[in-house]
């Protein structure tokens, strides 16, 4: 059994490290080429910058849903868990983990992070 994951797991990184070779020998063959990397807007030199600054706020916004998407993710596989747990635990965590998120969500706002007027 044991000779046989060892086997496997060989076997894995083998066709890892021939991927992961293909990988390099495929990126070695490309060449910077400035012509093709700069941007096209119907045949004319562009007008303005590709790099704009973008506004802070949608970013974020980005990070602030990032936390909570991460959040509720954790939340999930506690509620499919609760039959099975010991009630007096699983209260415990809920309530850390819900004071947790009620302070991020307060000092989100406290700092400005979620006023949209800046």
């Known amino acids: 059994m ?9 076997s894995m990184f083998i066709i890892m490290m021939i991927l992961f070779t293909i990988m390099i020998l495929i ?3 490309m060449k910077f080429n400035y012509n ?10 562009p007008f303005n910058k590709s790099r704009i600054p973008f506004s802070l706020n949608f970013y974020l916004i980005a990070i602030i849903f990032l936390i909570f998407d991460i ?4 939340i999930l596989p506690m509620i499919m868990n609760f039959k ?9 965590m809920f309530l850390m983990f819900f004071m947790f ?7 989100e706002w406290k700092f400005g992070s979620l006023n949209w007027k800046i």
């Open 71 to 74: 959040e509720i993710s954790i």
């Open 36 to 45: 093709k990397s700069a941007p096209f807007e119907c045949g004319f030199d």
């Open 2 to 10: 044991m000779m046989s994951n060892l086997m496997l797991m060989l």
């Open 84 to 92: 099975i747990s010991n009630m007096l635990y699983f209260n415990l």
């Open 27 to 29: 990126n070695m063959k």
């Open 101 to 107: 998120m009620i302070s991020t969500i307060f000092y």
